[in-house]
């Protein structure tokens, strides 16, 4: 981020650098295109609210970007101290930076006992930030304005030069206040738009540096702020929210072993069922067994012994 930084304020040296250049070896290119008359002086004077404007957004926009690369230079400085195990990872910093500010807040939620709300932390510090850029809204939303307000004053002018070409249609003093007029409205439109079209560029890249360095003040909020303050109760609840989550797993595991169980028992029973069902079956074998040996015994008259020594040398065979 820090390099992001640097690298927008080097763009804006360039730019100013390159705009000073143009305007020095073509100066008369300069002076013909805002065309010194009575129309054209409003022009120049015009012309130069909108650049003063322009530039005092400008350098707004690099102290802004200077001030983010020494924040995010003692943020990392913090984040080097924090790994190391640094008993205070704050000193001798700057009391104003952020990091120092996020440090000793959440220092004054801990001693007071109170669950540390990053959300509400983040939306103070952004809130905060968003007070320095009230120089840089303005100058953004006012760019625009300021030349539609030049055309319009020098259009009035125009329109002035008209109304005095049409009382006296020989004068050409007011034949030149028109062209003047015309003239200095186009210059202040084009003027603020090309002005307006690299503030908004510039604007975009502080934008994003900001948004970049507030990422990384959270995040070593999360990773090296808030660990270091947790209270007892904060342990506590995550003690139980860990030991409910592996009591649920183990409930789940239960379950599954019982389902095993119901199933193996399911099984079992089948088993059972089908065992009984083969003994009646052999019972009934015996039975009808019975009711031949003494069919046979009643039809061939024979002595009771005898058959019954005939049935076991016939089970023996």
């Given at each position: 981020?820090?390099?992001?930084?640097y690298?927008?304020?080097?763009?804006?040296?360039?730019?100013?650098?390159a705009?000073?250049?143009?305007?020095?070896f073509?100066?008369?290119?300069v002076?013909?295109f805002?065309?010194?008359?009575?129309?054209?002086?409003?022009?120049?004077?015009?012309?130069?609210?909108?650049?003063?404007?322009?530039?005092i957004?400008l350098?707004?926009?690099?102290?802004l970007?200077?001030?983010?690369?020494?924040?995010?230079?003692?943020?990392?400085?913090?984040?080097?101290?924090?790994?190391?195990?640094v008993?205070?990872?704050?000193?001798?910093?700057?009391?104003e930076?952020?990091?120092?500010?996020?440090?000793?807040?959440?220092?004054?939620?801990?001693?007071?006992?109170?669950?540390?709300?990053?959300?509400a932390?983040?939306g103070?510090?952004?809130?905060?930030?968003?007070?320095?850029?009230?120089?840089?809204?303005?100058?953004?939303?006012?760019?625009?304005?300021?030349?539609?307000?030049?055309?319009?004053?020098?259009?009035s002018?125009?329109?002035?030069?008209?109304?005095?070409?049409?009382?006296?249609?020989?004068?050409v003093?007011?034949?030149?206040?028109?062209?003047?007029?015309?003239?200095?409205a186009?210059?202040?439109?084009?003027?603020?738009?090309v002005?307006?079209l690299?503030?908004?560029y510039?604007?975009?890249?502080?934008?994003?540096?900001?948004?970049?360095?507030?990422?990384?003040?959270e995040?070593?909020?999360?990773?090296?702020?808030?660990?270091?303050?947790?209270?007892?109760?904060?342990?506590?609840?995550h003690?139980?929210?860990?030991?409910?989550?592996?009591?649920?797993?183990?409930?789940?595991?239960?379950?599954?072993?019982?389902?095993?169980?119901?199933?193996?028992?399911?099984?079992?029973?089948?088993?059972?069922?089908?065992l009984?069902?083969?003994?009646?079956?052999?019972?009934?074998?015996?039975d009808d067994?019975?009711?031949i040996r003494?069919?046979?015994?009643?039809?061939?008259?024979?002595?009771?012994?005898?058959?019954?020594?005939?049935?076991?040398?016939?089970?023996?065979?």
């Open positions: 981020m820090t390099s992001q930084a690298f927008a304020v080097a763009q804006i040296i360039l730019l100013l650098v705009i000073a250049a143009f305007l020095i073509n100066r008369s290119i002076e013909q805002f065309e010194v008359t009575k129309a054209g002086f409003q022009g120049w004077w015009l012309n130069g609210v909108i650049i003063a404007l322009f530039l957004g350098l707004r926009i690099v102290w970007l200077l001030s983010y690369a020494r924040e995010q230079a003692l943020l990392n400085s913090f984040v080097e101290r924090a790994r190391d195990k008993a205070n990872p704050t000193y001798k910093m700057p009391l930076a952020l990091i120092v500010e996020r440090y000793q807040a959440v220092g004054i939620l801990a001693q007071q006992q109170t669950e540390i709300d990053q959300a932390l983040a103070v510090t952004a809130t905060s930030e968003s007070t320095r850029f009230t120089l840089v809204r303005f100058v953004n939303n006012t760019l625009i304005l300021l030349g539609v307000l030049g055309t319009v004053i020098s259009l002018s125009s329109l002035m030069g008209a109304a005095g070409l049409l009382d006296s249609p020989d004068n003093q007011n034949m030149g206040v028109i062209i003047g007029g015309m003239a200095a186009l210059s202040k439109t084009m003027t603020a738009i002005c307006y690299f503030f908004a510039f604007n975009l890249r502080l934008q994003d540096v900001r948004n970049q360095f507030l990422a990384n003040l995040g070593a909020t999360t990773l090296y702020i808030a660990p270091r303050f947790r209270t007892i109760e904060s342990n506590m609840l003690d139980v929210a860990t030991l409910a989550n592996e009591l649920r797993a183990a409930a789940e595991t239960i379950g599954t072993v019982q389902d095993r169980f119901l199933a193996a028992g399911e099984r079992l029973q089948v088993a059972v069922s089908d009984q069902a083969h003994t009646l079956k052999i019972s009934n074998s015996s067994l019975r009711i003494d069919s046979i015994r009643e039809g061939f008259r024979l002595d009771s012994r005898v058959v019954s020594t005939s049935v076991r040398s016939e089970r023996s065979s």
